[in-house]
T-cell receptor, first 117, second 111 residues
């Protein structure tokens, strides 16, 4: 069964460093998403991406964040200068269409645990 | 601000009982509703989606939607210890808008 994959599973970095989190969405999906979940808190939307551009972003997704689809398979989230409060689990998700309707939903990857020291 | 509310729990039920998980949402125009299961330290896993008023059954799971009351629920029949997890309600408003998650209800199934 097709699945979303993410690498690395755990990333430890120093405050102020840049990190890139990688995702490979399901191959025929067209919409891609990043979410984060701070330990013990709810899943929070960061950004959605379609047709090589951002469709929507939350207030969390400030200038320190960027997303890219550098080739036909990868979808990346870059944090330019990490802060302690960026420590969280980051989930990538993909869907064939925008979530909703009878057949489509967002399928989540296993997540990358980011720890900022 | 679109809100999705869930009781954080924990909701404890004995093995074999019916677990009832509830969710309310603020955006009356919301179109689709999802239930995800999340084990500790793991990613959300889709259980059910529903978009029409009424009940939708899939195995031991039944999702119920009442758009007039802005209420969606998940029933788990014959609860098993392996069902112990946090259940996330997610609401999709439509168009190209984001899915909003509730904080989740922690379910504990007692053997």
């Amino acid at each position: 069964e097709p699945e979303v994959t993410q690498t690395p599973s755990h990333q430890v970095t120093q405050m102020g460093q840049e990190v890139i989190l990688r995702c490979v969405p399901i191959s025929n999906h067209l919409y891609f998403y990043w979410y984060r979940q701070i330990l013990g808190q709810k899943v929070e939307f960061l950004v959605s991406f379609y047709n090589n551009e951002i469709s929507e972003k939350s207030e969390i997704f400030d200038d320190q964040f960027s997303v890219e689809r550098p080739d036909g398979s990868n979808f990346t989230l870059k944090i330019r200068s990490t802060k302690l409060e960026d420590s969280a689990m980051y989930f990538c998700a993909s869907s064939y269409r925008p979530s909703g309707g009878s057949t489509d939903t967002q399928y989540f990857g296993p997540g990358t645990r980011l720890t900022v020291l | 601000q679109k809100e999705v509310e869930q009781n954080s729990g924990p909701l404890s039920v004995p093995e074999g009982a019916i677990a009832s998980l509830n969710c309310t949402y603020s955006d009356r125009g919301s179109q689709s509703f999802f239930w995800y299961r999340q084990y500790s330290g793991k990613s959300p896993e889709l259980i059910m989606f529903i978009y029409s008023n009424g009940d939708k059954e899939d195995g031991r799971f039944t999702a119920q939607l009442n758009k007039a009351s802005q209420y969606v629920s998940l029933l788990i029949r014959d609860s098993q210890p392996s069902d112990s997890a946090t259940y996330l309600c997610a609401v999709y408003p439509g168009g190209y808008q984001k899915v909003t998650f509730g904080t989740g209800t922690k379910l504990q199934v007692i053997p």
